[in-house]
């Protein structure tokens, strides 16, 4: 019904087709086992729009669509937490109006799909330092979480203002500051308690990271979470990933064998 209404109304026309084939795909899917934790590196953003002779912007906003798209996808196989690098600390050095036009993409995020991630059950959050961003852009994501607090199927995290060392010495200076007042006994710390001083404390870690554009390299993503994770990269650019993409990407991650340093 909302999403009729807002058709209508925004002319936000968008819901993918559950075809028979697609039922019968996610279907197959879900026998085998499924990642708990998908983390994607969204990237060639820039290079899809400059392609297509539009500015950079351009490409985000494409960009967007398929956060929508792969959020359904993530929602629909039943996996627990997809994490989105959204923008980096380094994603700063960007010409100015890049960077307004990122932290504008929250505010219209909310206003296009908080109804429809209502709808589904999911819990939006935020991995990374608030300091920094703007308050319009913490604004919409605390309204983003207050709206979904509840919900309890998939979690949707947007990394924003993440770098994963900066992560790592924020949580080594709080466990100096705990052990320092008494609430932490050093030699208590192992790499559970530690992972507990991270942004991720309460999410598994993730199974899958994917990285979109044909660059293969982490970029200061999720370096502690990452260290047992299947990677999968791809050329596609991120405005051009579709739920097709990512059934692929968790196909190959169901055809491989984790061992952990086991044999
Ligand atoms: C990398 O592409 C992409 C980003 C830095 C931003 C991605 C953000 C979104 C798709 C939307 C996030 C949505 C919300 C609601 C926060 P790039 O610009 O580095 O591409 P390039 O390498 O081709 O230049």
Known sequence: ???????????????????????????????????????????????????????????????????????????????????????????????QDEVNYLMGLPEEFLRTDVDELVERNIRVGMLGDRKKLPDHTLEAIDKFKEATKDNTGLRLNFALNYGSRSEIIRGVQRIIDDVQSGKLDKDALDESLFGQYLYTADLPEPDLMIRTSGEVRISNFMLWQLAYSELWFTDVQWPDFTKESFYEAIEDFQRRSRRYGAV
Do not use: C
């Not at 490409?59 to 923008?87: C, N, P, Q, W």
């Open 1 to 95: 019904m909302i999403q009729t209404l807002k058709k209508w109304l925004v002319g936000y026309s968008e819901e993918d087709e559950q075809t028979e084939e697609n039922e019968t795909r996610i279907g197959e899917l879900r026998k085998g086992p499924l990642p708990r934790h998908v983390a994607i590196i969204m990237d060639g953003n820039g290079r899809w729009a400059k392609k297509r002779g539009m500015p950079r912007v351009a490409g985000h906003r494409a960009g967007m669509k398929t956060v929508r798209h792969i959020t359904r996808a993530a929602d629909a196989l039943g996996i627990e937490a997809l994490t989105l690098y959204s923008f980096s600390t380094e994603n700063w050095k960007r010409p």
